[in-house]
């Protein structure tokens, strides 16, 4: 009995020694993940602590896998969900994630300028949750959160910035381009060049928005957005936008 009880600890012990590191082995998250949009908004620059006993590291962008050593990655691909791991041969620990994803205002309805009734908004903004809200120009309280004026008093329907006018709204310095395709979904990247601060507003198509509040160029202090162009029909434009919260950032992935 002694005899079977000694061999059975032996063949316990060989099963432990045996054992890789992998099956043991727990690693934390990457810790105080950092974020900042870089490259005018092109590209998105990580940053996270050390995770003890990590060989590496994996970033998982829209689930294509890339793996570092360090720990620091700027993604230069527009996404929608960004995933930090740490790893060690088989071990992985959780994901820590980053949400790219614009925040989509499915319809609003705004009126040009000219339009008779002072109660139609003629204007809209994003808040602070990107959230597209329309706003009414007669009254001056909503002026401070207008991020465009729908604008039909000269060569048709237009977006204008807020501050092109005497007097200003308010003193954001935005501007909008045309994307030049029609798949609102599609378009996930805003341009470096082509901005107007008084841009044609068509039927059909679709625009992205740079909101410059300081006017000074880009800087984290910028957001970026985009919109569909629903309808137009006689004063009232019916708009599909999204908003992309994370600051400076010109990625505008919505599906």
């Known amino acids: ?16 020694l045996n054992t890789g590191c992998d099956e043991i082995l727990e690693l934390d998250k990457p810790g105080n993940l950092t974020y900042e949009a870089t490259d005018s908004g092109n590209k998105l620059k990580l940053d996270w602590e050390a995770v003890t006993d990590a060989a590496g590291y994996r970033v998982k962008i829209d689930g294509d896998t890339e793996e570092t050593s360090d720990t620091e990655y700027t993604v230069d691909t527009p996404a929608k969900t960004i995933e930090v791991t740490a790893y060690n041969g088989a071990v992985e620990s959780d994901p820590v ?15 040009g300028k000219s339009d008779p009734s002072p109660e139609h908004p003629s204007a809209f903004g994003f808040t602070n949750d990107g959230t597209a809200v329309p706003y009414a120009l007669s009254n001056s309280a909503n002026w401070p959160m207008i991020d465009y004026v729908m604008d039909d008093l000269v060569n048709g329907m237009n977006f204008k910035s807020p501050n092109g006018y005497d007097p200003v709204y308010n003193n954001e310095d935005n501007s909008a381009v045309e994307a030049g395709g029609t798949d609102f979904d599609a378009e996930v990247l805003a341009p470096d060049q082509g901005w107007k601060t008084q841009h044609s507003c068509v039927e059909g198509a679709v625009y992205y928005f740079w909101i410059d509040p300081n006017a000074n ?11 569909k162009v629903v309808s137009v029909v006689d004063k009232k434009v019916t708009l599909k936008l999204a908003f992309q919260t994370i600051p400076g950032l010109g990625w505008l992935v919505t599906d």
């Open 217 to 227: 160029l880009w800087d984290l202090e910028d957001n970026f957005a985009k919109a």
């Open 1 to 16: 009995m002694k005899r079977l009880a000694f061999v059975a600890a032996l063949a316990l012990v060989a099963v432990v």
């Open 97 to 111: 994630t980053v949400d790219c994803e614009a925040v989509v205002t499915a319809s609003i309805e705004v009126y």
